[in-house]
């Protein structure tokens, strides 16, 4: 079985009947929606809110039941991929375009869990380009500010057209290796009128990262708070 899909279906064992669960978006939280598919069919109750409109029809089609945000209080549990994890357990997240709901699922979040392959596991953020969800008023200055500031800056594509999100915004990918203080670039970044969100995640908001490495092994790391 795929490293993603073991990592995936651990952190599945974590949720409890009549938990509200956090569905992440992308090819590792895929394996966390079809298990937990399959465990709605054999009786689980559960509630979920899905990060992105992709995890949204990809639950409803497995008869997870979806509530909308403004419907729940917390979150119990959330499983989410990442595209890199540093040695202080600080994520780089957004390669799906989805960082922004993700993030706001996150932080309300009680018990936050990363699935990842050990291929994602890195000393120091920011080879993975760093994806900044950004409106599109003004999004040429917004571009040249964080080009001038922050490295080079590409302005997300898709079948030749501009990306866009979920919540029809851009998103700016930013070429800024090595990410020394994660926390200090995303504090700057909020700065700059017209970013929204980045994908930096704090090491605050995750509770336990599970690794999928290679053999039919799985490391589970307790992130401190
Ligand atoms: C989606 O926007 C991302 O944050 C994903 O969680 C991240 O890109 C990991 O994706 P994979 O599990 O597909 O590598």
Do not use: C
């Amino acid at each position: 079985m795929d490293s993603k899909r073991r990592a995936a279906e651990k952190a599945v064992e974590f949720i409890k009947d009549g938990m509200v669960v956090g569905l992440g978006t992308g090819s590792t939280a895929f394996w966390a929606i079809e298990k937990i598919g399959e465990n709605v069919k054999n009786g689980m109750q559960l509630k979920a809110v899905a990060t992105s409109v992709q995890t949204e029809k990809l639950a409803r089609e497995r008869n997870i039941p979806i509530v909308p945000f403004e419907e729940i209080e917390a979150i119990d549990l959330t499983i989410d991929g990442a595209d890199e994890v540093d040695k202080h357990y600080n994520l780089l997240k957004g390669g799906g375009g989805a960082l922004l709901r993700e993030k706001i699922v996150a932080f309300h979040t009680s018990f936050y869990i990363v699935v990842v392959d050990e291929s994602k596991l890195v000393e120091k953020l920011g080879r993975f380009p760093l994806p900044l969800e950004i409106v599109p008023f003004g999004a040429d200055l917004t571009l040249h500010i964080l080009q001038e500031n922050f490295g080079k800056v590409n302005l997300r594509k898709s079948n030749g057209k501009l990306y866009s999100t979920d919540n029809g915004n851009l998103i700016a990918d930013v070429h800024s290796f090595p990410i020394e203080e994660p926390a200090r670039l995303d504090q700057e970044l909020h700065a700059v009128p017209g970013v929204i969100e980045t994908g930096l995640f704090s090491r605050s908001l995750v509770s336990k990262i599970i690794v999928g490495t290679k053999g039919s092994d799985i490391r589970i790391i307790t992130v401190e708070k």
